[in-house]
């Protein structure tokens, strides 16, 4: 009954708001938050969000596939904070009300209201509906892996002996932030240095527990069991797990990440993220990677050129020094399909697959007799 009336909600919401299930986000601010302040499966709206840390202090070291990190140095924070790359990301993503207000059995979800309301009131009902929905696809910002902590406050060998365990001090002071909070250890033979990442994350989750965070790695995360779960076309749970258990900069967080976007690749499982937050983040990963061609001919066979369009754009923002980005700004005057058409002689990486679906996309077009779509 609630899964129903939830259903109905939804598409009464995406039939009168905007006429379409499926509309290409319009907003003019970059929507990003930071993994731990997002519940994602909480079934509550109220979801508090701050902007991700995409510039900070500390020189951040790519943790990409091993054949492509020498080749990007650089913090891809930098990129996906650009304006122009959230705006694009954001247009992609979609925002399809059925998928967003989609029934799930959360702890404390309760069950659908219904109410007596006129006009004027089911239009600010629709509004704030919407406006909710954008808040929900808000993105986990995308950061490469923090560099170790390595650090020696001093030397004591007096003190080598009194103990036989390490000693884990802790700053606990009221607002302190968690990732600026003192934390030491003392080694049993008296060296004093900070915590390490793993014990600054088991520390703080005991003095300062956070909700749908667990001490140690969920069995979830480990290798085989991921596999099974990916294979089981669980992504979109991984993905929200990932942001619960995680810090957005955690090797581990980037680990699971980059590899439930490679099986969605494999697998041209595109539409299993779309209109949800992890779509931005994961057709990034694709494009810092240069890996957009079974992304990009999926928006082709759906005869979406303004999609298609959209990430070539994203890629020679990314990689503006791509051979097709010099080519296309070069060509004041080209159309979509010569601007796709570049990328795919001159970047893409599987050339033939690109440049076939160009051609199916215009026999489609064609044989309709669509000629919008082509300009």
Known sequence: MAASMK???????????LNSTKHRCQI????????????GDSG????????????????????????????????????FTDVRVQKILLRLTGLDLDKVYEYRAAKGAGVAKVALMSDQQLKKVYESASYKALRKLQ???????????????SEDPELEGLNTSKLVFIDISQRVPLKKRT??????NGTLRKASWEERDVTLQKYFPQSGRKIGLPRMFQQDNLECML???????????????????????????????????????FEDLRSTRHFGPMIFYF????????????????????????????YHIVHPSCKSAEKVASMPDA?????????????????????????????????????????
């Open 287 to 314: 494009t810092y990677y240069k890996k957009i061609d079974k992304l990009l001919v999926a928006f082709l066979e759906e005869e979406s050129l303004e999609d298609s369009l959209d990430l070539v754009k994203l």
């Open 335 to 375: 159309t979509p399909l010569e601007i796709i058409r570049a990328f795919a002689e001159m970047d893409a990486t599987q050339k033939s697959l690109v440049q076939q679906a160009i051609q199916t996309y215009e026999k489609e077009c064609d044989s309709t007799g669509s000629t919008q779509l082509r300009r």
């Open 231 to 269: 294979d089981d076309g669980k992504h979109e749970y991984i993905l929200n797990r990932a942001c619960s258990q995680f810090e957005i900069d955690d090797p581990e967080y980037i680990r699971v990440t980059q590899r439930t976007y490679e099986h969605i690749d494999g697998n041209g499982k």
């Open 139 to 153: 993105m986990p910002p995308v950061l490469g892996a923090r560099e170790p902590i390595d650090e020696v406050l």
């Open 7 to 17: 259903c109905a909600w939804a598409r009464c919401l995406s039939t009168i708001l």
């Open 44 to 79: 509550n709206d109220e979801i508090i969000f701050r902007k991700g840390e995409g510039g900070t202090d500390q020189t951040r070291q790519e943790a990409g596939p091993a054949d492509d990190t020498k080749k990007h140095r650089r913090d891809p924070g930098k990129a």
């Open 28 to 39: 003019s601010q970059p929507l990003y938050a930071s993994c731990s302040n997002i519940t």
């Open 183 to 188: 934390i030491v250890v003392r080694e049993p």
